[in-house]
């Protein structure tokens, strides 16, 4: 789980990175395109509270990985007409490097 946590919270880093740098937003801009993410956050921890009361922890938390593997497999964010979301792998978010695809790559 300490896996889990360090890559999630590194990918606000490196996604405030790509909204930055490459998208060209800017500071503000980057805050509110997480709102949405911290909003459900809020949602899901309350549902998963009254989850884990009835079901208990292993089997929600079994539920929520799959849950987030599920999403981030099928999840896509058009960056330059391709999808951000790269990897066969159900879980490894990779994100798109700001060269890859780009006119300037060789």
Same mark, same amino acid.
């Given at each position: 789980m300490a896996i889990v946590g360090s890559v999630a919270f590194s990918e606000f880093f490196l996604l405030t990175l790509y909204l930055q740098d490459v998208l060209h937003y800017s500071a503000v801009q980057s805050g509110a395109a997480f709102a949405a993410f911290a909003l459900t956050v809020v949602a %899901?921890?309350?549902? %998963?509270? %009254?989850?884990?009361?009835?079901?208990g922890v292993r089997p929600t938390l079994t539920a929520g990985l799959l849950v987030s593997a599920a999403v981030s497999r099928v999840a896509h964010a058009p960056a330059g007409g391709r999808p951000l979301l790269l990897g066969s792998v159900p879980g490894v978010r990779a994100r798109a490097a700001p060269a890859w695809g780009s006119r300037s790559s060789p």
């Open positions: %899901a921890s309350n549902v %998963a509270q %009254a989850i884990v009361g009835r079901v």
